[in-house]
T-cell receptor, first 112, second 117 residues
Framework: AQTVTQSQPEMSVQEAETVTLSCTYDTSESNYYLFWYKQPPSRQMILVIRQEAYKQQNATENRFSVNFQKAAKSFSLKISDSQLGDTAMYFCALDGTYKYIFGTGTRLKVLA | DTEVTQTPKHLVMGMTNKKSLKCEQHMGHRAMYWYKQKAKKPPELMFVYSYEKLSINESVPSRFSPECPNSSLLNLHLHALQPEDSALYLC????????????????FGQGTRLTVV
């Protein structure tokens, strides 16, 4: 079975600080994709970053980067220079066969 | 165009009503999805269409009836819903890879906030 686990239901960070959100997963596939999605109160799910499993280099998108540990099946998201607009629910997701599997989410609040 | 458009944004319906949710994308994606999301919970998969054919039904009650008229449109027909069906309904689309799964990200619409009274 393919699973995604996020063990931090809520986190907070001061504006301009750095925060790391954790995610672990399980899959028997040898090649797969992992994603972090952001869902602000406006409710639209927005892709933050994507990682292809066969690429050893960690993905980065501006202030967002991942620490992908394939052997440990770990995929954490680091947000640098946190901004008030980063306040949202963050979901880690795995592309399963014909569907996307989501973790339970981490609610991140950026404090002014 | 990297948008998935869902209509309506809000819907209030009685338990005896029939209504439909609509989803449209013009990104050439051949996989389309319906998800149901309760407050503070992750999206739960309901249906997947691949090449306009239903490929996954996650044991969804028959009061929800999906339809994919063409590669750009996805509908969800609602009939005799229960109050517990009140939720955010999200549509998404993605490419289909050669291995039969999806190998790029899913694009999501803004969702329809459904309230059943």
């Amino acid at each position: 079975a393919q699973t995604v686990t996020q063990s931090q239901p809520e986190m907070s960070v001061q504006e301009a600080e750095t925060v790391t959100l954790s995610c672990t997963y399980d899959t028997s596939e040898s090649n797969y994709y992992l994603f972090w999605y952001k869902q602000p109160p406006s409710r639209q799910m927005i892709l933050v970053i994507r990682q292809e499993a066969y690429k050893q280099q960690n993905a980065t998108e501006n202030r967002f980067s991942v620490n992908f540990q394939k052997a440990a099946k770990s995929f954490s998201l680091k947000i640098s220079d946190s901004q008030l607009g980063d306040t949202a629910m963050y979901f880690c997701a795995l592309d399963g066969t014909y569907k996307y599997i989501f973790g339970t989410g981490t609610r991140l609040k950026v404090l002014a | 165009d990297t948008e998935v458009t869902q209509t309506p944004k809000h819907l209030v319906m009685g338990m005896t009503n029939k209504k439909s949710l609509k989803c449209e994308q013009h990104m050439g994606h051949r996989a389309m999805y319906w998800y149901k999301q309760k407050a503070k919970k992750p999206p739960e998969l309901m249906f997947v269409y691949s090449y306009e054919k239903l490929s996954i039904n996650e044991s969804v009650p028959s009061r929800f009836s999906p339809e994919c008229p063409n590669s750009s449109l996805l509908n969800l027909h609602l009939h005799a819903l229960q109050p517990e069906d009140s939720a955010l309904y999200l549509c998404a689309s993605s490419h289909i890879s050669g291995r039969g799964g999806s190998d790029t990200e899913a694009f999501f619409g803004q969702g329809t906030r459904l309230t059943v009274v």
